[in-house]
T-cell receptor, first 114, second 115 residues
Framework: AQSVTQPDIHITVSEGASLELRCNYSYGATPYLFWYVQSPGQGLQLLLKYFSGDTLVQGIKGFEAEFKRSQSSFNLRKPSVHWSDAAEYFCAVGTTSGTYKYIFGTGTRLKVLA | GAGVSQSPRYKVTKRGQDVALRCDPISGHVSLYWYRQALGQGPEFLTYFNYEAQQDKSGLPNDRFSAERPEGSISTLTIQRTEQRDSAMYRC?????????????FGPGTRLTVL
């Protein structure tokens, strides 16, 4: 079955520290992969996406993610976190045929300490 | 340009009432998706439209839920005889051409509370 696992429900980091949010997926083929951020009262905003090619993808707001097929992972990273990065982050698998619907993980809530 | 809009943003209703949730996608976007997000969970797929055609409704939980997009633009998700378990955030997304590589743009959601 297709699924996405985000093992960390909550993460707290200090401002300026590095960040890595974990995402593992289960999918029968090479999936389309996405990271979205959700701020309070806002819709989901796309940070970055992977379809094929270079396994290290750059996104907005200084985020990057690396696709590792052998580990079925697509972890999100940022070298230096800003207080404004506090939000909930969702990893998603996009199905590669049919309706192209997304399957989301349960999210990781990031808290940033000043 | 304007993003995806949804209305109302908040809806409180009593058990047994019908509710209609509206989604206005980005102009020109062919594909429209509805998702439901329970507290502490990620969004879960409900249904998908390509233009006005509902091509996948496999995620609708039961026959109290229905959706339409009669002119291929605005969509309405209707829940009949609401139950407390229907309380959730309902999110709409649209994409340009319904391809897997198209980004889905999400609206702010409608928070539904069933008392």
């Amino acid at each position: 079955a297709q699924s996405v696992t985000q093992p960390d429900i909550h993460i707290t980091v200090s401002e300026g520290a590095s960040l890595e949010l974990r995402c593992n997926y289960s999918y029968g083929a090479t999936p389309y992969l996405f990271w979205y951020v959700q701020s309070p009262g806002q819709g989901l905003q796309l940070l970055l996406k992977y379809f094929s090619g270079d396994t290290l993808v750059q996104g907005i707001k200084g985020f990057e993610a690396e696709f590792k097929r052998s580990q079925s992972s697509f972890n999100l990273r940022k070298p230096s976190v800003h207080w404004s990065d506090a939000a909930e982050y969702f990893c998603a698998v996009g199905t590669t045929s049919g309706t192209y619907k997304y399957i989301f993980g349960t999210g990781t809530r990031l808290k940033v300490l000043a | 340009g304007a993003g995806v809009s949804q209305s109302p943003r908040y809806k409180v209703t009593k058990r047994g009432q019908d509710v209609a949730l509206r989604c206005d996608p980005i102009s020109g976007h062919v594909s429209l998706y509805w998702y439901r997000q329970a507290l502490g969970q990620g969004p879960e797929f409900l249904t998908y439209f390509n233009y006005e055609a509902q091509q996948d409704k496999s995620g609708l939980p039961n026959d109290r839920f229905s959706a339409e997009r009669p002119e291929g633009s605005i969509s309405t998700l209707t829940i009949q005889r609401t139950e407390q378990r229907d309380s959730a955030m309902y999110r709409c997304a649209s994409s340009l051409a319904g391809q897997g590589t198209d980004t889905q743009y999400f609206g702010p959601g409608t928070r539904l509370t069933v008392l």
